[in-house]
């Protein structure tokens, strides 16, 4: 079954700090692996998009990291600041397919 | 910068009654989707749109569900007769290109309370 899970469920830091959102999925074959930044309440915003042959990619803080052969995926943010919190979505599109997997997202806050 | 815009963002609605949500997509963009999600759970997809037709759909998105985009503006989503389990945030998007390869932009949601 195509399945895409996140680790933690969700996680507190203090301003300033760094940290690294794990992504491990079942989906096979996988066009791309998107991370997205959702506010409570809010659409999903893209941070990052990553095909298969691709190892990192950086969006200011933000740099997310892929191997292909292991099926994880990472978020590392540098220098959180508050307006971090939110929840990260680790999300990968079926190869030759318009569908979105999306996992249960890591429940970020920052805290001052 | 251009959006996704949606309406309403909230609505509330009786078990049985017909309801549409609508979306404005990305002026230059081709391919148009419906997601919703469930409080608390993960998102999913529904169902995608190009050239005027249904492209791709999931299992949830069965006959009580439809599509439409009207005119060159709006994309909608129809649900004929909700059920309590259609209570979700539907969220429109939109892209250049096919999930595949484009980026998805999605609006801010409408919020469907089914009572």
């Known amino acids: 079954k195509n399945q895409v899970e996140q680790s933690p469920q969700s996680l507190i830091i203090l301003e300033g700090k760094n940290c690294t959102l794990q992504?491990?999925?079942?989906?096979?074959?996988?066009?791309?692996l998107r991370w997205y930044k959702q506010d409570t309440g809010r659409g999903p915003v893209s941070l990052t998009i990553?095909?298969?042959?691709?190892n990192t990619k950086s969006n200011g803080r933000y740099t997310a990291t892929l191997d292909a052969d292991t099926k994880q995926s990472s978020l590392h943010i540098t220098a959180s600041q508050l307006s971090d919190s939110a929840s990260y979505i680790c999300?990968?599109?079926?190869?030759?397919?318009?569908?979105?997997?999306f996992g249960t997202g890591t429940r970020l806050q920052v805290f001052p | 910068e251009p959006e996704v815009t949606q309406t309403p963002s909230h609505q509330v609605t009786q078990m049985g009654q017909e309801v549409i949500l609508r979306c404005v997509p990305i002026?230059?963009?081709?391919?148009f989707y419906w997601y919703r999600q469930i409080l608390g759970q993960k998102v999913e997809f529904l169902v995608s749109?190009?050239?005027?037709?249904?492209?791709?759909k999931s299992e949830i998105f069965d006959d009580q569900f439809s599509v439409e985009r009207p005119d060159g503006s709006n994309f909608t989503l129809k649900i004929r007769s909700t059920k309590l389990e259609d209570s979700a945030m539907y969220f429109c998007?939109?892209?250049?290109?096919?999930?595949?390869?484009?980026?998805?932009?999605f609006g801010e949601g409408s919020r469907l309370t089914v009572l």
């Open positions: 999300v990968v599109t079926l190869y030759n397919t318009d569908k979105l997997i």
């Open positions: 002026s230059n963009h081709l391919y």
């Open positions: 998007a939109s892209s250049e290109a096919t999930s595949d390869a484009g980026e998805l932009f």
């Open positions: 992504c491990n999925y079942t989906v096979s074959p996988f066009s791309n």
């Open positions: 749109f190009y050239n005027n037709e249904i492209s791709e």
């Open positions: 990553m095909t298969f042959s691709e």
